[in-house]
């Protein structure tokens, strides 16, 4: 076994994790799986490597920072000769400082934990990774890959919120998330779309967190996110768009505090708040009930809408893709969704949807529409070996 790389995607109840072989990256990786359901029971499991059974008994009291501890180990002993060279970590929100990968240190560690507060229920477990990896294996490398560098090319008026600009100056602007994914899907999408990939392109990671991200030329014009997490889309637990009046009255007239509230809109709302069932679309989707019909209703309408909002962005569309766990395993909700957005040049394959077809438009079609898989451990596995190896291309603005 070669020397490797180890990829961590740090999420709020997730460890996925994959070892890149160094000569190969571009390779699928010999080393790959995740832990879930991390601060409940959680559950081990190996897309590729030793059986997960050699990994040992998992408790429930054991937290992403005491998995990733166990988990160095048993990916050196995995390696068989082999050597991990440095470890690249998924970072949520890098503000306005970090429009590129870093390799970390105690200072950068510092800022990033003032940025817990813009995504409270994923920069602490993202952190927490980090601070694993440097228990384990002190000496080893650390690079952070940004979730928010990937839309620092957008236009400054695309940043902006319409409030006071000494707030503005402070950082209050919209960053957007789900970089790392847009990213990814850039990097493949002439492959499957040709010259469209070029062009006017919306980009859907629908999963239990949700956002669109519109691009010209491989690059983020806008996005559904914002200043957090919450904004945009209907996601698993999360609102998307909310009138902030609403916030007021929940503190103002229903005495909510900020605690409160915060948990409401992190963890109470979304798809799980409209059904009072589940946050997982799949149970949804197979649910008679009323309340799910409409929360999926919502979804949808709500995915329409931001569509048609970013394809104005752009002056129409020329390719829309689905990726994430909803946008590449639902072809209910890829079809609706397609069927919402038919002004827009959009003419589904039923057959090829349902199929799990990568191209699932009509050929030829006025505006084109695919599943393409993310992979955002190797964005972050290419991301990590060039920062090392200084060869990291410094070209993304920052537009604020």
Known sequence: MTDVILVLNVGS???KFAAYDVRDPESPPPLRGSFERVGQTPQFSVKAGPSAESFGAISADDGHAALIERLIPWLEAALEGGTIIAAGHRIVHGGRDYAQPVVIDNDICRKLETLVPLAPRHQPENLAGVRAVAVARPDLPQVACFDTAFHRTQPRIAQLFAIPRALTD????????????YEYIASVLPSHAGNDAHGRV???????GASLCAMREGKSVATSMGFTALDGLVMGKRPGALDPGVVLHLMQDKGMSVEEVAKLLYTGSGLLGVSQLSSDMRDLL???DERAREAVDLFVYRAACEIGALAAVLGGIDALVFT?????????????ICEAS??????LDPVANKAGASQITKDP???SAWMIPTDEERIMARYTLKTLHGTLETDRL???
């Open 13 to 15: 109840s997730s460890v």
């Open 170 to 181: 402070e950082g209050i602007i919209r960053y957007g998330f789900h970089g790392l994914s």
């Open 202 to 208: 919306i980009v859907a990671h629908l999963g239990h």
């Open 286 to 288: 197979d649910s008679d």
């Open 324 to 336: 994430a766990g909803i946008g590449e395993n639902a072809p209910e909700i890829r079809a609706r």
């Open 342 to 347: 038919r002004w827009l040049g959009l003419e």
């Open 365 to 367: 079609s006025p505006a």
């Open 398 to 400: 920052l537009a604020i």
